[in-house]
């Protein structure tokens, strides 16, 4: 496998190593507190579900759907952005229902790259960012995934010391895995930079649901006026209506941008199974009180998991958005790095997390935790966790050195 071009290109795929441990201990009995994925263990809304049922095995829909989408879902999507965010979308040119916003960013990528162009692309940020563009034969620049001043100071440097210059801009906040939410002043120079630069934007935003504070929510890209001229933005049903199977998204803003995504998609796929497209539909015009709900409930597990992992020893920042939380790992395990830390956690506490540096280089010194088990669970994580650090310097001294990095 390795001589083939483009999977040379990818490097291992680091959650696999702690998946498999997980998997061993699973095996052996162990009873593994899993937060690691970000697969949301929420059930879909019912009037969703009721939606499929009903649509399910008539010779009209089990037929090949439409790759960009079918109108009513389509028209949907645009009706949401203009309630959520006041963006008028023509869902005939702007909207592009994807096979989850994952695919949709690969894509893209594959429509928009040629062979050596340069991307800029958040570091840590979610694999696909960068993979996307790698698999389509670009090459990436690292940026901040911070959105404050000092972004524009390294991308800056980033795109006078491109060879060649840089096409396009990847950005993603509230942020997987990071937390980080952008405000509407940051998007507005981000599209100033983008238009000064001739740079494409694409602005992955599918945690514009899931966040904390009701008087803040996180904006949208697009909100920026003239954005539309530069930027794609990529949404998703996943967790802000637990449909992450489902595999349904979004990409909208720039015509020209998505009628090449819809060429691309029109030669790999039918688009999704269009009882799916219709309960979709049925969930971004229906009530929107299981959306708070949803929030509700991963507050409820952010705040105890921020205070039951700091009396484990444990300071974990309080994530305003997203359904992770972005930790560093503890100083005396920090030298280890994480995947080692990760695998440690697995096997000395039966408590998954995702390491950082399945995000990127600069994410070596954290680990991702995800809200996806219930409080009781997450308590239990925590006495797990405390266990493990209580007994440490007297298990792990011949293991591990455990000291910090010079």
């Not at 995504?261 to 309960?279: E, M």
């Amino acid at each position: 496998m390795s001589d083939f071009y483009r999977i040379k290109r990818l490097p291992p795929y680091v959650f696999e190593q702690v998946n498999r441990i997980k998997a061993a201990a699973r095996a052996n009995g162990a009873d593994i507190i899993d937060l690691g994925m970000g697969n949301p263990d929420l059930q879909a809304p019912q009037h969703v579900i009721d939606k499929l049922v009903e649509t399910v095995g008539k010779s009209r829909t089990d037929r090949y759907s439409a790759s960009k989408g079918i109108t009513g879902l389509r028209r949907a999507q645009a009706a949401y952005y203009e309630r959520r965010f006041g963006v008028k979308l023509n869902p005939d040119t702007q909207v592009v229902a994807t096979l989850g916003s994952k695919e949709g960013f690969a894509n893209m990528a594959q429509a928009i790259t040629a062979p050596g162009d340069v991307i800029l692309v958040p570091n840590p940020s979610y694999p696909i960012h960068a993979f996307g563009f790698l698999m389509a034969g670009g090459v990436i620049r690292s940026v901040p995934a911070e959105p404050t001043p000092d972004f524009f100071v390294a991308a800056e440097r980033a795109v006078a010391h491109s060879i060649p210059k840089p096409v396009a801009l990847v950005v993603c906040y509230p942020s997987n895995p990071t937390a980080y939410v952008a405000s509407l002043d940051f998007y507005r120079d981000l599209v100033a930079f983008a238009k000064k630069h001739e740079l494409i934007l694409l602005s992955d935003l599918a945690y514009s649901e899931v966040y904390f504070d009701d008087n803040d929510p996180p904006p949208s890209i697009l909100q920026v006026p003239g954005a539309i001229d530069v930027a794609v933005e990529f949404t998703s049903m996943s967790k802000t209506f637990s449909m992450a199977g489902w595999r349904m998204g979004f990409a909208v803003g720039n015509d020209r941008l998505l009628a090449a995504l819809a060429r691309v998609k029109s030669y790999l796929d039918y688009g999704a199974f269009t009882p799916i497209q219709v309960a979709a539909t049925a969930a971004l015009n229906g009530p929107d009180d299981c959306i708070r709900e949803m929030r509700a409930t991963y507050k409820r597990r952010r705040d105890v998991m921020v205070d039951a992992f700091a009396k484990a020893g444990w300071e974990v920042p309080v994530p305003t958005a997203s359904m992770f939380a972005w930790a560093q790992i503890p100083e005396q395990f920090r030298s280890m790095g994480s995947l080692e830390f990760s695998k440690l956690l697995v096997e000395k506490a039966d408590v998954a997390v995702a390491p950082g540096i399945g995000f990127g280089e600069h994410g070596d010194d954290y680990v991702r935790i995800a809200l996806v088990e219930n409080e009781q669970r997450i308590r239990q994580a925590a006495r797990n966790i405390r266990k493990f650090f209580d007994q440490a310097d007297q298990t792990l001294h011949n293991v591990v050195p455990l000291v910090r990095r010079g």
